[in-house]
């Protein structure tokens, strides 16, 4: 690699951008999942919104794209799985019928180690899950970000062609600032903003089943009224999604007629109907 010279570079840059462009026109939506920052919930989010597409039969991926912090896989119960390669590509891990899914965690040995990367080597990484994971005939692509506009970010938005955004916001004023910067940054870079989610949006009382607007209520609808996207809807706080992410079994893929279940069941209508 040290003796490889500029035309070289130059010649597998195009190799792997051609790969990436075949692989990713085999995808009908591609729809990368942000949040301005940590801590929304955005990666429980993604997963949900995944299975709930999966399960209305659409063919469907999830690449985890944070690198750092890549939870998928724990969220699916595929957290002790490892990834087959040949000389055909990566093949992605099925989840139930219709979802397959690509993460880090996957070539990691020790789940306890760090991933100690630098810029240049996440991209690498990015590149390889777009243009040599065998994804085949999707009808959506759901890209789970870290939170932030940074490398990851920057990367996704360059290579996918066709990319949309969702923005997952809480109602606090701190969350809602930052939603409106992962707007900006979307737009900055010419990529369709689909709407805002606003996750952890009031919970109900176990006791006397009244509304509590812990983290207050309606941020996120107001935010995206401001920036003119559309509201995809609202999630509330409720036990049950850490439960079923931490027992790999996503709410939204439930079929239990659960009020989260619903909400996810009608923002994944959103998604779709906006697509037609």
Known sequence: MENMTENDRKKQMAEQQAKIAKNVGRIKRKIVVMSGKGG???????????????????????????IHGPNVPKMLGLEDTKIIADENGIFPIRSGKNLKVISMAFLIQDSDSPVIWRGPMKMSLINQFLGDVQWDDLDYLIVDLPPGTGDESLSIAQQITGAEAVIVTTPQDVALLDSRKAVNFARTLGMPVLGIIENMSGMKCPHCGKDIDLFKTGGGEKAAKEMGVQFLGKLP????????????????ADNEESETSRAFSFIVNNIMNIGR
Not at 51 to 64: C, F, H, R, T, Y
Not at 238 to 244: F, H, S
Request: no cysteine; glycine share 12%; proline share 5%.
């Open 237 to 252: 706080i409720d036990p049950e999604i850490v439960l079923a992410g931490d027992a790999g079994t996503p709410i939204a």
């Open 40 to 66: 929304v919930g955005k990666t429980t989010v993604a997963v949900n919104l995944a299975s709930a597409l999966a399960e209305e039969g659409n063919q469907v991926g999830i690449m985890d794209v944070d």
